[in-house]
């Protein structure tokens, strides 16, 4: 059985169609996509293409319009604990100091899933996920006291210490200067690699380097349809220097290159979201609560 299963999934923004003088947005029309357990998935493709709208349907932070998302065979109804999420702007609680958001998550697995963890089993967690993350001595500061990409890695360390089945990306470095990013590229690859059992990964991004690095295989999204499916099979450990050089990893950015330029830029999901909130004077963003 697939981890992630998505069986003929539409999405529009029907709130659109409602509001004076607007009209609907459609973002994926008939996708279907299977994930096995443990597999690396990039899906990549234009800001606007439908990327993020298909992880926030996998994520059950929105609902499809048409078709089904199965998560074991189960069908999606919203949010669930056998899922965790990393987001581009961190996501962490600003009123809680850096072990206690690792610790947070941790807990609502506990409770959710019955795991019978004990709060000093919890807080040893957190230690050890921040070490793997290499934020233990920042573990007693406040988000605002650190750096993007410092905020980052204590949001890392909160998906995978709560040991979801499924752990999602949506565009999780996008806002990070290049040597940040490749740090945090490596610390993913590496943490994802370190298990004997790798969690099953979803990783939006819309950097064809990252997605070489990173993934087992890759989907192409475009004008909310997959345009491309293809496996990345290339040899882990994985570094930018050593891809440089391997002719079939030269061979795969050219195909996903070629993508690029044959698909067109569609308006970004980002300012579709926006334009909800201008329309409807309300806030229709609810994974930015998280």
């Known amino acids: 059985m697939d981890a992630i299963a998505l069986q003929h999934v539409s999405f529009t923004y029907e709130d659109l169609s409602h509001a004076k003088g607007a009209s609907a947005q459609r973002a994926l029309t008939d996708v279907s996509l299977s994930v096995p357990q443990g597999q690396f998935l990039c899906v990549i493709g234009h800001s606007g293409g439908g990327k993020s709208t298909l992880l926030r349907l996998i994520s059950g932070l929105s609902l499809p319009t048409e078709g089904t998302v199965l998560i074991d065979g189960n069908p999606v109804h919203g949010p669930g604990m056998d899922r965790s999420i990393v987001f581009q702007d961190y996501a962490l609680f600003p009123w809680m100091r850096v072990k206690r958001n690792v ?95 790798p969690k099953t990964t979803v990783f939006v991004t819309h950097d064809i380097s990252e997605a070489i690095l990173l993934a087992d295989r890759v989907v192409f999204v475009d004008a909310g349809q997959i345009t491309a499916d293809f496996m990345v099979d290339l040899p882990r450990p994985r570094t930018v220097e050593n891809l440089a050089h391997n002719a079939q990893a030269q061979e795969i950015e050219k195909r996903l290159t070629d993508l690029f330029y044959e698909s067109s830029p569609a308006e970004d999901e980002e300012e579709i979201a926006l334009s909800l909130d201008a329309v409807l004077g309300q806030e229709v963003r609810p994974w930015q609560r998280f």
């Open 103 to 197: 610790e947070f998550g941790i807990e609502q697995a506990n409770t959710v899933l019955g795991r019978g963890l004990s709060k000093h089993a919890i807080a040893q967690r957190a230690d050890e996920y921040l070490r793997l993350v290499n934020m233990q001595d920042a573990c007693n500061k406040y988000p605002y006291q650190l750096s993007g990409g410092m905020q980052q890695r204590v949001a890392i360390a909160r998906a995978l210490a709560m040991d979801t089945q499924i752990v999602l990306f949506d565009e999780p470095f996008g806002a990070l200067d290049v040597k940040t990013r490749r740090s945090l590229q490596t610390l993913v690859s590496s943490l994802w690699a370190r298990s004997e059992s």
